[in-house]
T-cell receptor, first 113, second 116 residues
């Protein structure tokens, strides 16, 4: 079945450090890929998405490239801030329109000043 | 932006009782809402797809009689955990998508259920 695997957390970095959160997937068909973020006490919010191979999603300084050859969608940011502290979820959908989502286990990120 | 309101945010109940969780889309209409369950340090698992005006579609392994879903209007879906047991203790999250055009799923803040 379809699945998503994220790097285990928690991840703790200093402010302005480079961030990578790995995400790999297995899917039948051609999935769309997403990163969601959950800030403390809030619901999940879509951070970025990519719908086909080699697409790059970007938002708020975060980037992720859809790599079909390695079935990966790693999240990166060049310089993290304290406000980036949250839980990050990688997800896929194989149904058009981002309906049913399959999530990774989430990675808790803490940025220290 | 679009908001999904989930209520209550937490609830504690005794074994054998039933608990209802509400999911409302506040400024958009949603023909479809989704219910997820999240165990500690694990991913969100889709439980069921709630369809307005029709029966919910349950994922494999989810007990229909245990987790009753009602989607009576375009802005409200409810999940009722019937005859709750301690193993039902979990974090339940709903999501919804605007019926008009493509838009991302909007998530509620979740409900922490503890069954004693």
């Amino acid at each position: 079945g379809d699945s998503v695997t994220q790097m285990e957390g928690p991840v703790t970095l200093s402010e302005e450090a480079f961030l990578t959160i790995n995400c790999t997937y297995t899917a039948t068909g051609y999935p769309s890929l997403f990163w969601y973020v959950q800030y403390p006490g809030e619901g999940l919010q879509l951070l970025l998405k990519a719908t086909k191979a080699d697409d790059k999603g970007s938002n708020k300084g975060f980037e992720a490239t859809y790599r079909k050859e390695t079935t990966s969608f790693h999240l990166e940011k060049g310089s993290v801030q304290v406000s980036d502290s949250a839980v990050y979820f990688c997800a896929l959908s194989v149904i058009q329109g981002a309906q049913k989502l399959v999530f990774g286990q989430g990675t808790r990120l803490t940025i220290n000043p | 932006g679009a908001v999904v309101s989930q209520h209550p945010s937490w609830v504690i109940c005794k074994s054998g009782t039933s608990v209802k969780i509400e999911c409302r889309s506040l400024d958009f209409q949603a023909t479809t809402m989704f219910w997820y369950r999240q165990f500690p340090k694990q991913s969100l698992m889709l439980m069921a797809t709630s369809n307005e005006g029709s029966k919910a579609t349950y994922e494999q392994g989810v007990e229909k009689d245990k987790f009753l879903i009602n989607h009576a209007s375009l802005t409200l879906s409810t999940l009722t955990v019937t005859s709750a047991h301690p193993e039902d203790s979990s974090f339940y999250i709903c999501s919804a998508r605007d019926v008009e055009g493509w838009s991302p799923l909007h998530f509620g803040n979740g409900t922490r259920l503890t069954v004693t």
